[in-house]
C-alpha cells in the first residue's frame, strides 16, 4: 500500500470522482471501469456504461488533461448487436493496448452472452469507427488483455477463466494471429486463507513495459461475511518470456477506502483497467471503476512504482539473476 519510505504509492486525485451518471449527456445508472489510452495528445477513456436496463455498452469520453472538461461521445463504440449473440447482455470492462505492428488499438472486452461472460477482440485506429474481430475465449472467461508485441511470432493474451471448482487464478494464452489461441498456462495463483488476494484474481491494466520487465496490475476479491472486497496488487514479468513471474507483491497499493468506493451498487470495489505512463512528467495515472458506480482516478511517480516493484518478494520460479536486473533498473538513472 505505501512505497519504501512509507509513503502511500498511488494517491487520490481531490476531484474524484472523475465521471459520475450525472455527468453523461444520456441517461445511465453507473458509469465505470474504463479503459484508457492517449491519442493525439488526448486522454481517451472507453467507459462501461450500464443503462436502466441493467446492460452495458462502451461509450468515448476525451479530456486534454486526463482530469476535467470530459467530452462525451453521444452514440456507443460498442454496444450489444444482434447480430453478434455473444454480447446479448452487454459489452464491459474494456482494456486497450497499441499493437505498432498493426498501429491499431486492440480493444479487449467483456461480452455477456446467455451462457456466461467471455472474451472478445476488436480493433480501432481512431476510437469512432471500430471492428470486431469476435470471441476469442468461450465462458466463462473476462479480465483480458494483450501484451503488445509478439513472442517467437506469436502474441499473448492475459485472461481469468472461471473454473468449476477451486480459486480464479489468471492464464496467459498465445495466437499467431489474434483469432486462434492456445498453449494456455496458469501465469499468477490466487493465494488461500486470509490473503487480501485469496480466492479469485484478474488482471487490471494492460501489462506496460519498464525497465526489468512486464509491470502488471491485477485484482484480488477477498470474500467477508458481507461480501468480497476488491484490492488491486503488482507483479512483474519477465521481459522476453512473459510466463514467468519475476515478483508479486504481497501487499495491495489500492484499496477501497473513500466513501465513493465503500459505497454504490457494489460496495467495496476499485476496479482498475486503464493506466497512462508518462514518463517525462514521472506520471502514472490510474483508472478505476469505484463501487461499481462512478469512475475515479489516482496518480503516482513512476520512479516510486519502480522502487516499490524492485522491492517486491522474488518469486521461487522465478530466475534469481532477471530478478538482480530488475533492482538495478529500477535504481540506474530514475530514483530521486
Same mark, same amino acid.
Given at each position: 500500500?505505501?512505497?519504501?519510505?512509507?509513503?502511500?504509492?498511488?494517491?487520490?486525485? /481531490?476531484?474524484?470522482?472523475?465521471?459520475?451518471?450525472?455527468?453523461?449527456? %444520456?441517461?445511465?445508472?453507473? *458509469?465505470?471501469?474504463?479503459?484508457?489510452?492517449? *491519442?493525439?495528445?488526448?486522454?481517451?477513456?472507453?467507459?462501461?456504461?450500464?443503462?436502466?436496463?441493467?446492460?452495458?455498452? !462502451? %461509450?468515448?469520453?476525451?479530456?486534454?488533461?486526463?482530469?476535467?472538461?470530459?467530452?462525451?461521445?453521444?452514440?456507443?463504440? !460498442?454496444? &450489444?448487436?444482434?447480430?453478434?449473440?455473444?454480447? *446479448?447482455?452487454?459489452?464491459?470492462?474494456?482494456?486497450?493496448?497499441?499493437?505498432?505492428?498493426?498501429?491499431?488499438?486492440?480493444?479487449?472486452?467483456?461480452?455477456?452472452?446467455?451462457? =456466461?461472460? !467471455?472474451?472478445? !477482440?476488436?480493433?480501432?485506429?481512431?476510437?469512432?469507427?471500430?471492428?470486431?474481430?469476435?470471441?476469442?475465449?468461450?465462458?466463462?472467461?473476462?479480465?483480458?488483455?494483450?501484451? &503488445?508485441?509478439?513472442?517467437?511470432?506469436?502474441?499473448?493474451?492475459?485472461?481469468?477463466?472461471?473454473?468449476?471448482?477451486?480459486?480464479?487464478? +489468471?492464464?496467459?494464452?498465445?495466437?499467431?494471429?489474434?483469432?486462434?489461441? =492456445?498453449?494456455?498456462?496458469?501465469?499468477?495463483?490466487?493465494?488461500? =486463507?486470509?490473503?487480501?488476494?485469496?480466492?479469485?484474481?484478474?488482471? =487490471?491494466?494492460?501489462?506496460?513495459?519498464?525497465?526489468?520487465?512486464?509491470?502488471?496490475? %491485477?485484482?484480488?476479491?477477498?470474500?467477508?461475511?458481507?461480501? /468480497?472486497?476488491?484490492?488491486?496488487?503488482?507483479?512483474?514479468?519477465?521481459?522476453?518470456?512473459?510466463?514467468?513471474?519475476?515478483?508479486?507483491?504481497?501487499?495491495?497499493?489500492?484499496?477501497?477506502?473513500?466513501?465513493?468506493?465503500?459505497?454504490?451498487?457494489?460496495?467495496?470495489?476499485?476496479?482498475?483497467?486503464?493506466?497512462? *505512463?508518462?514518463?517525462?512528467?514521472?506520471?502514472? +495515472?490510474?483508472? %478505476?471503476?469505484?463501487?461499481?458506480?462512478?469512475?475515479?482516478?489516482?496518480?503516482?511517480?513512476?520512479?516510486?512504482?519502480?522502487?516499490?516493484?524492485?522491492? +517486491?518478494?522474488?518469486?521461487?520460479?522465478?530466475?534469481?539473476?532477471?530478478?538482480?536486473?530488475?533492482?538495478?533498473?529500477?535504481?540506474?538513472?530514475?530514483?530521486?
Amino acid at each position: 500500500m505505501t512505497d519504501p519510505r512509507g509513503e502511500p504509492l498511488f494517491v487520490r486525485v /481531490p476531484t474524484n470522482p472523475i465521471i459520475a451518471p450525472g455527468d453523461l449527456p %444520456y441517461p445511465a445508472n453507473a *458509469v465505470f471501469n474504463p479503459g484508457a489510452a492517449s *491519442v493525439d495528445g488526448e486522454t481517451v477513456l472507453l467507459l462501461r456504461v450500464e443503462d436502466r436496463r441493467g446492460i452495458s455498452s !462502451l %461509450y468515448v469520453a476525451r479530456s486534454e488533461d486526463g482530469i476535467s472538461n470530459w467530452r462525451f461521445d453521444e452514440r456507443p463504440l !460498442l454496444a &450489444p448487436d444482434p447480430a453478434h449473440p455473444e454480447e *446479448v447482455w452487454g459489452c464491459e470492462d474494456p482494456r486497450l493496448t497499441w499493437l505498432p505492428e498493426h498501429e491499431e488499438w486492440a480493444i479487449t472486452y467483456t461480452a455477456y452472452s446467455r451462457r =456466461g461472460p !467471455l472474451v472478445s !477482440l476488436a480493433m480501432t485506429r481512431d476510437f469512432r469507427e471500430v471492428r470486431r474481430l469476435g470471441p476469442v475465449m468461450p465462458p466463462e472467461d473476462k479480465d483480458a488483455a494483450l501484451l &503488445p508485441i509478439r513472442f517467437d511470432g506469436r502474441w499473448a493474451m492475459i485472461h481469468r477463466p472461471a473454473p468449476t471448482r477451486g480459486g480464479a487464478h +489468471m492464464w496467459i494464452s498465445f495466437s499467431p494471429d489474434l483469432r486462434h489461441w =492456445g498453449d494456455h498456462t496458469m501465469l499468477i495463483e490466487a493465494r488461500d =486463507g486470509a490473503w487480501w488476494d485469496a480466492g479469485k484474481i484478474g488482471l =487490471g491494466p494492460p501489462p506496460v513495459l519498464v525497465p526489468g520487465g512486464w509491470l502488471v496490475m %491485477y485484482h484480488g476479491a477477498h470474500m467477508t461475511a458481507s461480501g /468480497p472486497i476488491y484490492r488491486v496488487g503488482l507483479a512483474l514479468l519477465d521481459r522476453e518470456d512473459p510466463t514467468v513471474v519475476l515478483r508479486r507483491s504481497d501487499e495491495w497499493v489500492l484499496g477501497p477506502a473513500a466513501s465513493y468506493e465503500r459505497a454504490g451498487d457494489v460496495s467495496g470495489v476499485v476496479f482498475p483497467d486503464g493506466w497512462i *505512463v508518462d514518463e517525462e512528467r514521472d506520471r502514472l +495515472m490510474l483508472y %478505476y471503476g469505484a463501487a461499481d458506480s462512478v469512475t475515479a482516478l489516482a496518480t503516482a511517480r513512476l520512479t516510486d512504482v519502480l522502487r516499490y516493484v524492485a522491492a +517486491m518478494p522474488i518469486r521461487l520460479h522465478g530466475r534469481a539473476s532477471d530478478a538482480g536486473q530488475v533492482v538495478g533498473l529500477a535504481a540506474e538513472g530514475r530514483g530521486r
